[in-house]
């Protein structure tokens, strides 16, 4: 797994812990076809760091060792270990990496039974504070809290901490608030970029217009077992632009309903598109064809002159047809996803990883330091192929290989740019994924009413 988080939420009840491990609801690398910094990175092996910033832990690191778990695992790998040479050359200290896909299942059974990894990488909040909650993650040397208040937004450090006490600095991050085209094809029509919802319908509408027999949009939200996850995040979108960081907050923690008034009518305009007959599904069918729609294809239309729009992640560049060029003025590219209320501005959906430590031995601070700078992120970023991206603003964003993902770490550096997390990521499993996910499949599939679906989602809500 890369920046991004596993599309299947399960729920993994460890034993006597009684944990439920929330998976995130995004696509895994493996089935989106990301590989983080798999081709395209440079050798950073060899590069010089400043050694003396290591000597605030002590001066008998040499021979020292720290274990970091993760479910991030070969080839993607490749990147971290690269990066952690110069690491090991300054400080005498050995890094055993130990990537894992039983990652999720493993480690709270790992933390029960007394064989806590020295570091782990968390995709999600949620599992920080799971973790936090049996008692062996350990808070970070003041110098990591330090980094973190400079370079990284508040948000960020928020979703680092539990209960008003930071515990884990970001590491990687993804964005999903973009809509995918084709530059020569929008060249070509005389088409620009919109920056508002009114302008992205008025477009859409024009393209109804022009041409009769291609649909605008095309999407897909089938996923295995996953069906569903990718409507999710249309609904995310569209309640942080519309309503704002504070009511999304609040959606999420369940001080409003699911079934709000307020979701209901973002619900809605979701539907103005993707249950628009004459908007929908370009290349594929109609509606219902996109609940049978994967999402690795859903966007391939746009290549084939068969749609116009596709609202999906960064990771999706990984899903084009080789020999297709990501670029401002290649085959394809992305735009964020547009202003819909003007008090909000723009704003963006994503999700990222963090550093948790479950012991706080010099040598385990030095590394999770480390990986909180500036310096790392840029070595991380020179290692890494497309796929990779960090919200680490002491990253200079030239450094990624891929013009998407240069645009997404621009988002995430523009204190202008209101972020949050995935919401079905932080929300129950039981809603999140189960009730979500299957609920806007019979959203899309069967033309089940809005207000029923949202009824539906909130019965599930744990009591």
Request: hydrophobic residues 40%; glycine residues 10%; contains cysteine.
């Amino acid at each position: 797994m890369t920046v991004l988080t596993r599309a299947r939420r399960l729920a993994l009840v460890a034993g006597g812990l009684g944990l439920v491990v929330a998976l995130s609801s995004c696509a895994s690398a493996e089935e989106a076809g990301v590989g983080e910094g798999t081709g395209g990175g440079t050798d950073v092996t060899g590069s010089e760091i400043d050694c003396s910033q290591f000597e605030q832990f002590g001066e008998d690191l040499d021979g020292t060792e720290v274990e970091v778990y993760t479910s991030i695992v070969t080839p993607e790998d490749q990147p971290f270990l690269d990066t952690f040479q110069p690491f090991t050359e300054c400080t005498g200290i050995t890094v055993n990496y130990n990537g894992s896909r039983q990652f999720e299942a493993q480690l709270p059974v790992r933390v029960q039974s007394g064989n806590a990894p020295d570091i782990a990488f968390l995709p999600q909040p949620g599992l920080l504070a799971q973790m936090v909650g049996t008692g062996q993650v350990v808070e970070p040397p003041q110098a990591v809290s330090d980094n973190v208040d400079e370079l990284w937004s508040e948000a960020w450090r928020e979703y680092g901490s539990v209960d008003g006490t930071f515990y884990a600095a970001p590491l990687g991050a993804n964005t999903k608030s973009f809509v995918w085209y084709s530059p020569s094809a929008f060249e070509e029509a005389g088409y620009e970029i919109p920056e508002t919802w009114d302008d992205l319908i008025a477009l859409t509408d024009q393209m109804v217009a022009d041409n009769p027999d291609v649909k605008p949009w095309c999407a897909g939200i089938g996923s295995g077992d996953a069906t569903g996850w990718p409507a999710t995040d249309w609904l995310e979108d569209v309640v942080l632009h519309e309503l704002g960081p504070d009511v999304y907050d609040q959606w999420i923690a369940h001080e409003i309903p699911f079934n709000d008034p307020q979701i209901v009518a973002a619900l809605d305009r979701v539907g103005s598109i993707l249950r628009n007959p004459d908007y929908v599904n370009g290349g594929f069918g109609d509606v219902a064809s996109i609940a049978t729609t994967t999402f690795q294809d859903a966007g391939v239309p746009i290549t084939q002159g068969n749609c116009w729009l596709h609202r999906q992640a960064s990771f999706y560049q990984a899903n084009w047809p080789d020999g297709t060029e990501v670029a401002e003025d290649g085959d394809v590219f992305a735009f964020p996803f547009p202003e819909i209320n003007s008090e909000v501005g723009q704003a963006v959906v994503g999700g990222g990883e963090f550093v948790a430590a479950f012991a706080d031995r010099p040598e385990v601070q030095a590394l999770q330091y480390y990986l909180s700078t500036a310096e790392w992120a840029n070595l991380k970023a020179q290692a890494s192929g497309p796929g990779w991206l960090t919200a680490n603003t002491g990253l200079d964003v030239e450094n990624l290989v891929s013009p998407i993902d240069q645009l997404a770490a621009e988002q995430l550096q523009d204190e202008s740019v209101a972020f949050r997390f995935d919401a079905s990521d932080l929300m129950p499993a039981a809603v999140g994924s189960a009730a979500e996910w299957r609920e806007l499949t019979a959203w899309i599939a069967n033309g089940q009413d809005t207000q029923t679906t949202l009824d539906n989602i909130e019965a599930a809500w744990p009591n």
